[in-house]
């Protein structure tokens, strides 16, 4: 087990939970110490994927860790220096946009901007029906950015969904240990 602090954010694309849940375990199981953060849609928000109280406790029980759910409380991450990483998974194109733009208006994007001015790393896990659409550019503005990475992306669902693309979050994990080494995982697009 690594002797490192990771966050981990969850953010409302709410099909993929599950599996982001999965990857929650992984790298609990690799990563001495992880703090679950969620956006306040996810803290907000039932829908006929789950309870936002269940999966808010569930990530409390893997994490042994209370959630941070608020800017307020997502803000001291910085000044603090709490995180060697930080994992956003799953980052929908709303979030994605928010950091390409530097909008800190959520606990995501508050404790993403907290981390990244410590020059520490920041992992994606994107999931977006317009990742080959309007969230686009966003990824296009964040992949050279410095100490941002990517969990190895592809399109989910290309006759259905021709424009969306999911993280593998299988991948978590180890895109977690690279991004502590300042590398990006490989391969970063996935076939469909």
Do not use: W, Y
């Not at 190895?152 to 180890?174: C, E, I, R, Y």
Request: aromatic share 4%; with cysteine.
């Amino acid at each position: 087990m690594e002797d490192k602090t990771v966050g981990f954010a969850v953010c409302g694309s709410f099909c993929t939970h599950a599996k982001a849940m999965e990857a929650l375990e992984q790298v609990k199981a690799r990563f001495a110490r992880v703090v679950p953060i969620v956006s306040e849609v996810v803290a907000d928000t039932d829908t006929r994927f789950g309870k936002a109280h269940d999966l808010m406790r569930e990530m409390e029980r893997i994490c042994d860790h209370r959630v941070i759910a608020s800017v307020k409380a997502a803000e001291p991450i910085g000044p603090q220096q709490l995180l060697d990483l930080l994992i956003i998974a799953p980052c929908t194109g709303n979030t994605l946009g928010k950091l390409a733009a530097g909008v800190t208006d959520s606990s995501v994007t508050m404790a993403a901007k907290a981390h990244l001015r410590n020059s520490r790393p920041l992992l994606i896990a994107p999931s977006t029906n317009d990742g080959l659409a309007a969230s686009a550019a966003s990824i296009g503005m964040l992949l050279p950015r410095k100490n941002i990475f990517f969990v190895p992306f592809g399109q989910d669902d290309p006759v259905n969904k021709p424009t969306s693309l999911v993280a593998d979050f299988s991948q978590v994990a180890d895109a977690a240990s690279a991004a502590l080494e300042g590398q990006q995982l490989q391969p970063l697009l996935l076939k469909a």
